[in-house]
């Protein structure tokens, strides 16, 4: 994804590179993926949501296949395994669990 020269893309806010997403063309899409994973900026849950939104509703492929790949990994659940042929296992996890991920547990 072309930066300005002064841009460090992973301090962005999730709001900008949500629309940096939304109106790039597919080859951009999974450097936008990788910046949202590597940022610091951004917190985990909302990390989460934006791939599962992908997952849901992208038609790239490399986008989804880095998305689920991350997702699998940042929420460490034994009983998820990422296969990018089924991203159906990885929305029902987060239909059960989004509501209290990212939450510190007592």
């Given amino acids: 994804?072309?930066?300005?020269?002064?841009?460090?893309?992973?301090?962005?806010?999730?709001?900008?590179?949500?629309v940096k997403y939304e109106n790039s063309v597919r080859v951009y899409k999974p450097a936008i993926v990788e910046t949202v994973w590597e940022s610091d900026a951004i917190d985990k849950k909302d990390k989460a949501e934006f791939?599962?939104?992908?997952?849901?509703?992208?038609?790239?492929?490399s986008a989804t296949?880095?998305?689920?790949r991350h997702f699998v990994q940042?929420?460490?659940?034994?009983s998820l395994t990422w296969n990018p042929f089924a991203t159906k296992p990885l929305l029902d996890w987060w239909a059960a669990n989004g509501d209290t991920?990212?939450?510190?547990?007592k």
């Fill in 51 to 61: 791939f599962v939104a992908i997952l849901k509703n992208d038609d790239s492929l």
């Fill in 65 to 68: 296949f880095l998305a689920g």
């Fill in 74 to 78: 940042m929420v460490s659940d034994p």
């Fill in 101 to 105: 991920f990212g939450q510190v547990k």
């Fill in 1 to 18: 994804m072309p930066w300005p020269e002064s841009t460090d893309p992973k301090k962005l806010p999730l709001a900008l590179l949500k």
